[in-house]
């Protein structure tokens, strides 16, 4: 179960947090780290914080991009200390550890965590289906990187101890998913609902929306042929898709 | 009651490590920092780790001994990550969270974290009344000194919230979500989406998929946004909605 988690961080500045965020991973029986687009190499610092030989910081791959890092996992749960904007459904690491765990019994499991000054930024966000927040007192909302991956890690490793899988179905793909929101995109500018001045924001929201909901094959079936039969009509009236 | 409460850290070698604990503990609700028998200052990197005008930091105070950091507390719960020897009755951080809370509403609790390398040595542990430890992957039980007050912290935190609600949002009301599936079906059929035999297990699925969303009033409107330039396209090319 555990084995089907990794852990993704974007654009991480200081080696010294990714071999913190590495031993505790360790300490905590996850295995599988992703960086995405890092600014920073895994160096000696890296090293001595992972404390020595740490598996974990030595099968860590790293990706160009989040995109890239994100292939072959189904659910993508982003972390976040802020709160309003893009980020109105946020569940606490606790009350969502239960439900990651349930689909990582099944399939693979990507929990995202941004840079150390920004956080997850809304063009990550986009990709994340659940959002995941760590409660802090008032106004001390801005956790150490590696301490937040300790808190979600060793909510999933207690959850894990004591697991009772709720049933979950298989999500689809993130691959076939972001063919769909394209394919959806194009088909609401050829009936006229989606142009250049709104497009990224309402497809956005429908990222959001749809995104919470944990689409399934079929789900995205039902989209992309809806989708399919706008083109259709947009086409027969003579706009270009 | 998370006034009540004290970290204090015994022999600590590295003032990155007390700056961390710094961060951890304020963004967690805890003010009372103790240093006993520090091994080092708290200097620049300290102050950096703990992020500028850290408060925990700014007030913490040393005492040349354990025994001196510990008056005016009444429970001192250690902490470690050894088993055996004189640690053979340990509760985990989730279990004695509550009670070590119970005592806070009370009178002063002490959490105390030994040595980087060494933790708690039997000399520390006589001192305390209860021993914590912190679950782990087996073989895997050195866990760097502020993660380990982060999780201590955070159980503490939680606890003391007692309950933590989820973000949620307002949803839009029963009667917006009927009337948009209503729009919606008459839209998917003027594109011909939607037939009679169809449209009953088609809607079925997206009610399915829309509904596990958790539909606001603004996701509502994107949708019925949508049905109405279906219909408006549909009336165009001459059905009947």
Redesign the interface.
Known sequence: MLNNIGIVLVGTKYPGNIG?VA??M????LDHLRLAAPQCRIDDEARR?A?ISNPVLASARCHRSLGAALRGFRLVVGTTGK?GGKR?????A??LAPLILSHAARQRVAIVFGPEDTGLIDEDLKRCQWLM?????PG?????L??AV??VS?EL??GH?GFEPARVPVLAGVDQIEAMYLQLETA?RT???LHDENAAH?MF??RR???????ER??VG?MR??AR??AW??A??GRKP
Chains 1, 2 share one sequence.
């Open positions: 913190s031993r505790a360790h300490n905590m029986g914080m404390r709160s109105e459904q946020t569940s606490s606790r009350a927040r760590i409660p802090t007192r001390a909302h801005s956790i150490n590696s301490h300790m808190v060793y490793f207690l101890l609401l009936i006229g609902f309402m929201r429908l929306l749809l995104g919470r909901s944990g689409l079929s789900d039902i042929g809806i039969q706008l009509f947009g027969a009236r």
